[in-house]
C-alpha cells in the first residue's frame, strides 16, 4: 500500500486534535473600577482629623473620609494618605526596586524640581519595568502572590496604571514657552530618554503624538 495516503491520514488525525486557535477567548475583561458614593451614613463612620493637621486631604483610592496630608520625609506610597500640597511621593534615591516601595509604602514624600521630576518619572517607569521583568509578574509587584483584598488589588492596579499613563502622557510631547495669541511650537519626544524621536514632525499644542511601537 503507498505511504502517501496513510501519511495524509495522519496529518488530518493531528489537525483535529489541535485547538482552534481562532475562537475568541471565554474569559470577559474585568469591568472598570468604579467607586461607591460616599453617603452620609460613609461620612459619619469617619475618624476625626486631628486638630494639629497642617493640610488635610482626601484619602487615596476610593476613600470618603479625609485625613492629615504627609509633610516632607514622611514615608509614603498607593495606600497611603496623600503628600502635602507641593510634595510628592517617590522612590528614595537609587531604590533598586521602586515599584514595590510604592506598593508597600516605603517611599518618601519629596519636594521635586520640574525637570528633575521629568527624568525622575522615567527613571522610575523604567526601573519599574526591569523589575517586573525580573519577577516574571506584575502579580509579584503587587503582593498579589500573598492573601490580599480583591477590592485593595483592583485599586492597586488601577493606581499604577493612572500613574503610568500620566508620565507617557507627560514625556511624549515637549512645548516651547508661546507668547499670547501665537500657536505653541511641540515635537514629539521618546518616553524612554526624553530625546526628539529622528524623523518625527511637530505638532500643534493640542496635538498628539503617535505611541512608539519600538523602542
Request: one cysteine or more; proline letters at 8%; charged letters at 20%.
Amino acid at each position: 500500500m503507498s505511504a502517501l495516503p496513510f501519511c495524509i491520514t495522519w496529518v488530518f488525525a493531528i489537525i483535529a486534535f489541535v485547538p482552534d486557535l481562532t475562537r475568541p477567548s471565554p474569559v470577559i475583561a474585568p469591568e472598570p473600577i468604579r467607586c461607591a458614593p460616599c453617603t452620609p451614613e460613609k461620612l459619619g463612620e469617619c475618624p476625626p482629623v486631628a486638630n494639629n493637621c497642617r493640610e488635610v486631604l482626601r484619602e487615596p483610592g476610593c476613600g470618603c473620609c479625609l485625613a492629615c496630608a504627609l509633610e516632607k520625609g514622611t514615608s509614603c506610597g498607593i495606600y497611603t494618605a496623600h503628600c502635602a500640597t507641593g510634595l510628592q511621593c517617590t522612590p528614595k534615591p537609587g531604590d533598586p526596586r521602586p515599584l514595590h516601595s510604592l506598593t508597600r509604602g516605603q517611599a518618601v514624600c519629596t519636594e521635586v524640581e520640574e525637570e528633575e521630576e521629568e527624568e525622575h518619572l522615567h527613571n522610575v517607569v523604567f526601573s519599574a519595568l526591569s523589575e517586573e521583568l525580573d519577577h516574571g509578574s506584575i502579580h509579584y509587584l503587587l503582593g498579589l502572590n500573598k492573601p490580599l483584598d480583591t477590592a485593595d488589588a483592583a485599586e492597586a492596579q488601577e493606581s499604577l496604571k493612572a500613574r503610568v499613563n500620566a508620565i507617557q502622557k507627560k514625556l511624549t510631547k515637549q512645548c516651547e514657552t508661546s507668547l499670547v495669541g501665537h500657536t505653541a511650537h511641540c515635537w514629539c519626544v521618546s518616553a524612554w530618554n526624553g530625546k526628539r524621536i529622528p524623523g518625527s514632525s511637530d505638532v500643534t499644542g493640542d496635538g498628539q503624538c503617535h505611541q512608539e511601537v519600538t523602542h
